[in-house]
């Protein structure tokens, strides 16, 4: 999900805050969900947004 998506979904559409926002939020759900060897993860794509894998071979 790009960081519209993600604000829309959260916020509405009539949010007027900085997109950016949603990075700061990821970094501090990073920390929260932080797991050695978790076999899940939440990932950056550069120059698309976010997404959650899963490691299915877990």
């Given at each position: ?9 959260i916020w509405g559409y009539d949010y007027y805050g900085y997109s ?34 899963i490691d299915q071979n877990a």
């Amino acid at each position: 999900m790009d960081r519209e998506q993600i604000l829309n979904r959260i916020w509405g559409y009539d949010y007027y805050g900085y997109s950016r926002t949603i990075d700061t939020h990821v970094k501090r759900i990073r920390q929260k969900i932080s797991v050695p060897d978790a076999p899940w993860a939440l990932l950056t794509v550069y120059g698309v947004g976010y997404k959650f894998e899963i490691d299915q071979n877990a």
